[in-house]
Nanobody, 127 residues
Framework: VHLVESGGGLVQAGGSLRLSCAAS????????MGWLRQAPGKEREFVAA??????????RYADSVKDRFTISRDNAKNTVYLQMNSLKSEDTAVYYC???????????????????WGQGTQVTVSS
């Protein structure tokens, strides 16, 4: 599956952004999807994920973003979203959209559990 992120940019602390990830293919609903991020000099870290539609659309979040970020999917549009509210300077990173292997019945929370990646979109939060 081919993934293309959009929606990144520069925002002040406390502000909001919504990232979008458009996926190719006709079986988008069969993929568990996720967002991960990588700040300069740091390892890529898990942000949020949502199971495929066959597994009920379960969601998982990193503790650092819980209650601030929301992941959602629109299977009709082959798109997964990440709504980010109350942004902090430590949220600054390149955000990557990723897909697990098709028909995976889990919610991936490790980078190694994702099979396909987008090119990333930069999010910069100024304090």
């Amino acid at each position: 599956v081919h993934l293309v992120e959009s929606g990144g940019g520069l925002v002040q602390a406390g502000g909001s952004l919504r990232l979008s990830c458009a996926a190719s293919g006709r079986t988008f609903s069969s993929y568990a999807m996720g967002w991960l991020r990588q700040a300069p000099g740091k390892e890529r870290e898990f942000v949020a994920a949502i199971s495929n539609s066959w597994s009920g659309g379960s969601k998982r979040y990193a503790d650092s973003v819980k209650d601030r970020f929301t992941i959602s999917r629109d299977n009709a549009k082959n798109t997964v979203y990440l709504q980010m509210n109350s942004l902090k300077s430590e949220d600054t990173a390149v955000y990557y959209c990723a897909a697990a292997a098709e028909y995976s019945d889990y919610v991936p929370v490790r980078a190694t559990r994702f099979a396909s990646w987008g090119q990333g979109t930069q999010v910069t939060v100024s304090s």
